[in-house]
């Protein structure tokens, strides 16, 4: 590898293991990504410096992802990887596997928290607490829904608006607070 490809590798690495995926799934994935051509599992390992056995768990991670796609080389009976191409693809998968694991199941234990009867006032705060945070997470949820169905190009637009979003919204509340008191 290349000093630039190592760096990226051993960075995506050291981020993997804060994002809760392991280190060295991690960095088969960064290095997939800015690889051009399908690597197989031997490739990977001599150029990450690992064993066999990790490479094919860390690639069975990936997989289960939906991260890397598997293919075949005319006339080569090994396996060959690479990931996802597009940036905006990796971004809407890894969002909606996170949302699958994370959100989804704690949706859930709000939802059947709710549901049971407040048997002390203490339950009873913690029931409006809990409420709250599924409102929350709810519409997150909700908005992560319409996310997902706009273009590439329509969410790059929508990010790059960033302060200008909060500058309207501001104006908005300016605006209605002023007809409020005029009222």
Do not use: C
Not at 78 to 97: H, K, N, P, Q
Not at 102 to 122: C, H, I, Q
Not at 124 to 150: C, G, I, K, P, S
Request: aromatic share 8%.
């Amino acid at each position: 590898m290349t000093p630039l490809v190592q760096t990226f590798v051993s960075h995506f690495g050291e981020m993997g293991s804060r994002w809760g995926i392991n280190r060295t799934v991690g960095q088969i994935y960064a290095l997939l990504f800015v690889t051009e051509r399908p690597m197989h599992a031997d490739d990977i390992g001599e150029k990450l410096g690992i064993s066999r056995s990790n490479v094919s768990i860390g690639l069975k991670e990936l997989q289960a992802w939906g991260l890397v796609r598997q293919s075949r080389l005319p006339g080569d009976r090994r396996e060959y990887f690479t990931s996802l191409g597009d940036v905006w693809e990796i971004f809407r998968v890894v969002a909606a596997e996170r949302r699958r694991r994370e959100v989804l199941p704690t949706l859930s234990v709000l939802r059947e928290s709710l549901l049971v009867k407040a048997g002390t006032p203490d339950d009873a705060f913690a029931q409006q607490r809990m409420r709250e945070m599924h409102e929350l997470v709810d519409m997150a949820n909700t908005w992560f829904d319409d996310m997902q169905r706009l273009s590439p190009e329509s969410m790059a637009q929508l990010m790059k608006m960033g302060s200008r979003v909060q500058k309207l919204l501001s104006a908005k509340d300016r605006l209605l607070g002023a007809a409020a008191k005029d009222e």
